[in-house]
Structures are given as C-alpha cells and as structure tokens.
C-alpha cells in the first residue's frame, strides 16, 4: 500500500482513482476549491485528516476513515460507495452519506441534514448524530448505542433494528416496515404512523398522537409517557407498564396497560374497532 501523508489535495480531483493507498495526516482544503478528490478510487485508508471540500469520495470501494474530520463544507461526501468504515471521526457536511452500501459507523459524531438516505447495511455503534431527514428510504439498517436528535427520522425504512439508544425525534418511522426497537428511549410526535410490523420492546414511549394507522404493531413491556390519543385504527399487540394518557379508535388486537386514562370511541370513525381492552388490577 502507497503512503501519502503530511500534504495538501486543493484541486480537483487530486487523487482520482486512487488504488490502495493510505492517507496520513492530510488536508483537502484551500481557495482552489476542488472537487471529488477521491472519486472512483479503491482500497483508500486516511487516517487523521480533514477533508473541507466538496464530494471528496464517490463511486469508491473499500473505504476506511479512521480520526478524520469533515468540516460542514465538505458537502455530499460519501455518496455510492460500498464497503466503508468509519472510526473516531466527524462527519458535519449535508448529505454525508447517500446511496452507499455495506457501512459501518462507530464511536463518531454526526452532524449532517438528510443523512443516509437510500443507502443499504449501514451499522451505527456508540455514535451520536444530529439530522433533519434521517435515513430515508434505507434498508437493512442496525443501531446500536446510538444518540439521536433530529426531526424526521426513518421515514421508508424497512428491516432495521434499533437497541440501546435514545431518539429524540418527530414523526420517525413513517411508512416504515419490520422494525424492532429495544432497550430504547423514543421521543417525539407522531410516531411510527403508517408503519408495518414494528416491534418496541423495553421502550420509553414519550409524546403525542403516537402509533396510528399501524399494522403488525408489537408493544412488549412499554413506558407509554403523555401519549394521548393514541393507537388510532391501529392493529395492535401492546403490554403497557403504567398508564396510558390516552387510547383512541384502536381497531384491533388487545391492549394491557396499569392504566387508561382516558379510552376514546368515536360515533364518527372510519372503521369499526374491535380492540380488546384489558386494565390489570391492583394488587
């Protein structure tokens, strides 16, 4: 493997298609300002650089970052590449990551609206990450320790598995099919309307109006936290520890709870709902 380190890449395409080459301690910034300096390139490993330009790695294969830092004008900078691995490393461009395959992300920080978006196998371990769209369109997805905050996360996704992490976000999961989430906090509005086969297992639920127009919905020893009017014509399988604020029109299946607070049937439903409701009884 060829060692480049202690330079500079301002221009475009400085580095195009690079082929087993290892990245040490450079920068790719200046008032040249090129592009896609790593485009097409193979077998590339940069180790403690920062990257401040625009589509450093497109249509690359076997890609390793590892203490690498892309400032937030390094925009759209991992874009169809399969095999990549991320470690230690901050990735603060829009669009860092899209339409790539065979990803793994750990023990990083990410800032970056609309990320992830149609990529496919994508791992997050121990990472914290700031997006508006998360993950749209994605498949085959697997997160775990993972710190989220955003708006809206997961929408389209399908086969994706979520544990020990905490997901502050606003309308996650829409359309989404044959997700499990466990050991895991959600937090937000909205959520998971529309979606097929979501699993939440040893979750805190926390918000309004969540998990409506549901099919497949699994609940296994849930927190539900100022959930009013929820499960609306949903087909729901819920265990509920505690009360619930508020269940409204749920349209099938059965829900155990400690508590409803308020169980809502309206005269003008769209749809006849024949939930069974259970409440335990106190001890």
């Known amino acids: 493997m060829t060692v480049i380190q202690n330079r500079n890449f301002p221009n475009e395409r400085d580095l ?13 910034q200046g008032e040249e300002d090129g592009e896609s300096a790593l485009k097409e390139a193979k077998n590339v490993k940069l180790e403690n650089c920062l990257m401040a330009l625009r589509y450093p790695l497109w249509h690359d294969e076997n ?33 860092a990551l899209r339409e790539c395959n065979r990803a793994v992300i750990s023990a990083s920080q990410i800032k970056s609206p609309e990320f992830g978006w149609k990529s496919h196998f994508v791992t997050l371990k121990d990472t914290e990450i700031e997006s508006e769209y998360l993950f749209l369109l994605a498949t085959d997805l697997h997160l775990d320790g993972v710190r989220f ?29 044959n997700v499990t989430v466990k050991n895991s906090v959600v937090k937000g509005e909205y959520l998971a309307w529309y979606s097929e086969n979501l699993a939440l297992i040893n979750c805190k639920i926390i918000g309004t ?19 009013d009017f929820s499960f609306e ?17 749920p349209r099938a299946g059965k829900i155990v709870a400690d508590g409803i607070a308020d169980l809502i049937y309206t005269d003008d439903s769209k749809y006849r709902c024949e939930c069974e409701i259970c409440v335990r009884k106190s001890a």
Request: charged share 25%.
């Open 16 to 28: 195009y298609a690079a082929n087993d080459v290892l990245i040490k301690n450079c920068t790719f």
């Open 63 to 95: 890609v390793e970052l590892c203490d690498v830092t892309m400032t937030d004008t390094c925009r759209a900078a991992l874009w169809y590449t399969d095999g990549l691995t991320v470690q230690n490393s901050r990735l603060f461009g829009i669009k």
């Open 149 to 177: 905050q955003g708006k809206y996360s997961f929408q389209y996704v399908e086969n994706v598995t979520i544990e020990n992490s905490v997901l502050d976000t606003k309308d996650a999961f829409w359309h989404s099919k």
């Open 209 to 227: 109006q969540p998990l409506c127009y549901c099919k497949g919905l699994k609940l296994i020893d849930c927190e539900m936290v100022d959930t």
């Open 233 to 249: 014509y949903s087909e729901v399988e819920a265990c509920v520890r505690g009360t619930i604020l508020s269940v409204k029109n």
